[in-house]
T-cell receptor
Framework: AQKVTQAQTEISVVEKEDVTLDCVYE???????LFWYKQPPSGELVFLIR??????QNEISGRYSWNFQKSTSSFNFTITASQVVDSAVYFC??????????FGTGTRLTVIP | DTEVTQTPKHLVMGMTNKKSLKCEQH?????MYWYKQKAKKPPELMFV???????INESVPSRFSPECPNSSLLNLHLHALQPEDSALYLC????????????????FGQGTRLTVV
């Protein structure tokens, strides 16, 4: 069975604080891809990052960083020095070999000025 | 071109109307998806087309009818919808791990916001 769990429903932080969004996934596939998407109030899904199951290197892109750990089936996302524009719903998603793209339930992040 | 284009952006239709949502991509992706997203919920998978063939139908009512005329186009035909079908309908495409490529991304269109009255 494929499953993506985002246990944090809502998070509020004060601007400039760091925040980590958690994602835990389940799959029996050995080849799969993990994604993070941002959905601002306007509604579109904005691609942030993709990781394949063979690449456990962590990645940093500006204020964003991702920690992929196969041992714990986690793919966590950290925003450093958060800004008001980071306020959005963030979805973690899993793409498996059957071309199924599963989403977690999302985490609503509010950054307070 | 890394875009998935959906038309129309907004659609209001009556319960007896027939309408279609359109999705187009020119990235050579062979997997295309329709998702339905209600307010404050994650996108829910409706259909997956892989190599222009319907590979997944998540028990979607027959009033939603997908069609994939070619590898770049995906349609969703709507007929006799109910008010509870009002939602954001998202199209996505991906290369897919099954093609053997090591890298893939799933790209989403901006969605069609559908209101059934």
């Amino acid at each position: 069975a494929q499953k993506v769990t985002q246990a944090q429903t809502e998070i509020s932080v004060v601007e400039k604080e760091d925040v980590t969004l958690d994602c835990v996934y389940e799959t029996r596939d050995t080849t799969y891809y993990l994604f993070w998407y941002k959905q601002p109030p306007s509604g579109e899904l904005v691609f942030l990052i993709r990781r394949n199951s063979f690449d456990e290197q962590n990645e940093i892109s500006g204020r964003y960083s991702w920690n992929f750990q196969k041992s714990t089936s986690s793919f966590n996302f950290t925003i450093t020095a958060s800004q008001v524009v980071d306020s959005a719903v963030y979805f973690c998603a899993l793409l498996t070999g059957a071309n199924n793209l599963f989403f977690g339930t999302g985490t609503r992040l509010t950054v307070i000025p | 071109d890394t875009e998935v284009t959906q038309t129309p952006k907004h659609l209001v239709m009556g319960m007896t109307n027939k309408k279609s949502l359109k999705c187009e991509q020119h990235m050579g992706h062979r997997a295309m998806y329709w998702y339905k997203q209600k307010a404050k919920k994650p996108p829910e998978l409706m259909f997956v087309y892989s190599y222009e063939k319907l590979s997944i139908n998540e028990s979607v009512p027959s009033r939603f009818s997908p069609e994939c005329p070619n590898s770049s186009l995906l349609n969703l035909h709507l007929h006799a919808l109910q008010p509870e079908d009002s939602a954001l309908y998202l199209c996505a495409s991906s290369q897919g791990p099954g093609t053997g490529r090591m890298n893939t991304e799933a790209f989403f269109g901006q969605g069609t916001r559908l209101t059934v009255v």
